[in-house]
Nanobody, 115 residues
């Protein structure tokens, strides 16, 4: 089992920045890819960014150049630095981790961007 706890969500003005954190615990040695997803009201959950155990990253087109995903394996934590936030970034952000071919999810953290 892998447990994920997100933090860092907040209310921020458009153009501002936030950094989300996700701390993993449990069978952490088994974790491969970690990622951030988001779900806005009335919309499906979508991939924001992901990072492999080797550090390879992928981003949604909508966040390229504005968001950066990083990973600290010593702290078992993944981060999402979000800059130049827009109102359309408003959503619940979920951390995910892949281990033993299963996907684990955090409880989510709310990011609200006011225009």
């Amino acid at each position: 089992q892998v447990q994920l706890v997100e933090s860092g969500g907040d209310l921020v003005q458009a153009g501002g920045s936030l950094r989300l954190s996700c701390a993993a615990s449990g069978i952490i040695f088994s974790i491969n890819t970690m990622g951030w997803y988001r779900q806005a009201p009335g919309k499906q959950r979508e991939l924001v960014a992901r990072i492999s155990s080797a550090g390879t990253t992928n981003y949604a087109d909508s966040v390229k150049g504005r968001f950066t995903i990083s990973r600290d394996n010593a702290k078992n934590t993944v981060y999402l630095q979000m800059n130049s936030l827009k109102s359309e970034d408003t959503a619940v952000y979920y951390c995910s981790a892949n281990a033993f071919s299963l996907w684990y999810w955090g409880q989510g953290t709310q990011v609200t961007v006011s225009s």
